[in-house]
Antibody
Framework: QLQLQESGPGLVKPSETLSLTCTVSGGSISSSSYYWGWIRQPPGKGLEWIGSIYYSGSTYYNPSLKSRVTISVDTSKNQFSLKLSSVTAADTAVYYC???????????????WGQGTMVTVSS | DIQMTQSPSSLSASVGDRVTITCQASQDISNYLNWYQQKPGKAPKLLIYDASNLETGVPSRFSGSGSGTDFTFTISSLQPEDIATYYCQQYDNLRTFGGGTKVEIK
């Protein structure tokens, strides 16, 4: 059974870079049927898609975050990662990684999620 | 950017009631729409994909419909375990979630 687990610091200082890793277990990150993504949720608020990546390294990002976001993949470790630079208190959120299942080209959904990790931006 | 507007933002209904949530896209997204359920403190769960297709293992009391800009999510008979926040999400152009609808028991 496929599982995703987020890891990384729970506290980041303002203006620094937030770095998280998602480890995929029980399956291969290199499967052609899936993309992988990051979604966040500020406390008490809704979901915000951050970006997604294919095992080949192809990425697409939320335009509102694009200038600060980098998502990368390490197929040898079955992991993908998120870096968000120049963080502020507004970036405080639960960060989820998720699998994006494709059933047809350009048709997909986040079908398996990690448990989420809380990241607080504070000095 | 495509904006997704859900309504209502919250609702209270009795067990056994029919519950309906709407989601409106700012432009035509065909049926490129998913619905998720999120219980407190938990990750979201995929319920409906392609606007109307039930994800495997999801109870049949959940359903979705719509195309273009207007979509509906329905719980035919509300159960206590359905207490959650529900989100729509478009995938016609990048990915955008609606603001969520919190469902409570009256």
């Amino acid at each position: 059974q496929l599982q995703l687990q987020e890891s990384g610091p729970g506290l980041v200082k303002p203006s620094e870079t937030l770095s998280l890793t998602c480890t995929v277990s029980g399956g291969s990150i290199s499967s052609s049927s899936y993309y992988w993504g990051w979604i966040r949720q500020p406390p008490g608020k809704g979901l915000e898609w951050i970006g997604s990546i294919y095992y080949s390294g192809s990425t697409y990002y939320n335009p509102s975050l694009k200038s600060r976001v980098t998502i990368s993949v390490d197929t040898s470790k079955n992991q993908f990662s998120l870096k968000l630079s120049s963080v502020t208190a507004a970036d405080t959120a639960v960060y989820y990684c998720a699998r994006l299942r494709q059933w047809l080209r350009f048709r997909d959904a986040f079908d398996i999620w990690g448990q989420g990790t809380m990241v607080t931006v504070s000095s | 950017d495509i904006q997704m507007t859900q309504s209502p933002s919250s609702l209270s209904a009795s067990v056994g009631d029919r519950v309906t949530i709407t989601c409106q896209a700012s432009q035509d997204i065909s049926n490129y729409l998913n619905w998720y359920q999120q219980k407190p403190g938990k990750a979201p769960k995929l319920l409906i994909y392609d606007a109307s297709n039930l994800e495997t293992g999801v109870p049949s009391r959940f359903s979705g419909s719509g195309s273009g800009t207007d979509f509906t999510f329905t719980i035919s008979s509300l159960q206590p375990e359905d207490i959650a926040t529900y989100y729509c999400q478009q995938y016609d152009n990048l990915r955008t979630f609606g603001g969520g609808t919190k469902v409570e028991i009256k």
